[in-house]
């Protein structure tokens, strides 16, 4: 069965220190990924995406994301985090049976000055 | 310019009482999306829509309804059966174009308090 596997629920980094966010995926087919993000009682942002070609994609805001496929993750990534990069963090997989998308349950970040 | 709105964004119902959230989209896309989200628990899929007059349960249809008569719109009634309605509630949508595929574009949703 589908799934995508958040193992962190929550992280808290210094501003400045790098961060990565784990997200594990279980599909049956070469899977489109996405990294999404949420501000407290807004809509999700699209980061980025990965559909086909280079396993290390950039996103917007300074991320990246890197697709080991022998590994089953899209793991995110940022050199030096922002005060403002503090909300949550989704990661997707899809499409499946008519384009949905299978979320996981997230990790917030929280972001100490 | 093209996006999602959401309306109201904060709602208070009383107990028993039907609500319909709504979902307006002018991004052209041909699917629509309905997600309920709980602390800790994520998205979870309620209804979708691939086209107009069409559309699917998700994983916890129970206690929502909804309709597709137009491309744009794609409303979601809250009825009494719901048991815990008291939740944040997104609606999304994506094209099939090449280079979009599988891609959703959110709302900025509603926040639904039963009292």
């Known amino acids: 069965a589908q799934s995508v596997t958040q193992p962190d629920i929550h992280i808290t980094v210094s501003e400045g220190a790098s961060l990565e966010l784990r997200c594990n995926y279980s599909y049956g087919a070469t899977p489109y990924l996405f990294w999404y993000v949420q501000s407290p009682g807004q809509g999700l942002q699209l980061l980025l995406k990965y559909f086909s070609g280079d396993t290390l994609v950039q996103g917007i805001k300074g991320f990246e994301a890197e697709f080991k496929r022998s590994q089953s993750s899209f793991n995110l990534r940022k050199p030096s985090v922002h005060w403002s990069d503090a909300a949550e963090y989704f990661c997707?997989?899809?499409?499946?049976?008519?384009?949905?998308?299978?979320f996981g349950t997230g990790t917030r970040l929280q972001v100490f000055p | 310019d093209g996006g999602i709105t959401q309306s109201p964004k904060y709602l208070f119902r009383k107990e028993g009482q039907n609500v319909t959230l709504s979902c307006e989209q002018n991004l052209n896309h041909d699917a629509m999306y309905w997600y309920r989200q709980d602390p800790g628990q994520g998205l979870r899929l309620i209804y979708y829509s691939q086209i107009v007059n069409d559309f699917q349960k998700g994983d916890i249809a129970e206690g929502y309804s909804v309709s597709r008569e137009k491309k744009e719109s794609f409303p979601l009634t809250v009825t009494s059966a719901q048991k815990n309605p008291t939740a944040f509630y997104l609606c999304?949508?994506?094209?099939?174009?090449?280079?979009?595929?599988?891609?959703?574009?959110f709302g900025p949703g509603t926040r639904l308090t039963v009292l």
């Open positions: 997707a997989v899809g499409p499946y049976n008519t384009d949905k998308l299978i």
């Open positions: 999304a949508s994506s094209t099939k174009d090449r280079g979009l595929r599988g891609e959703q574009f």
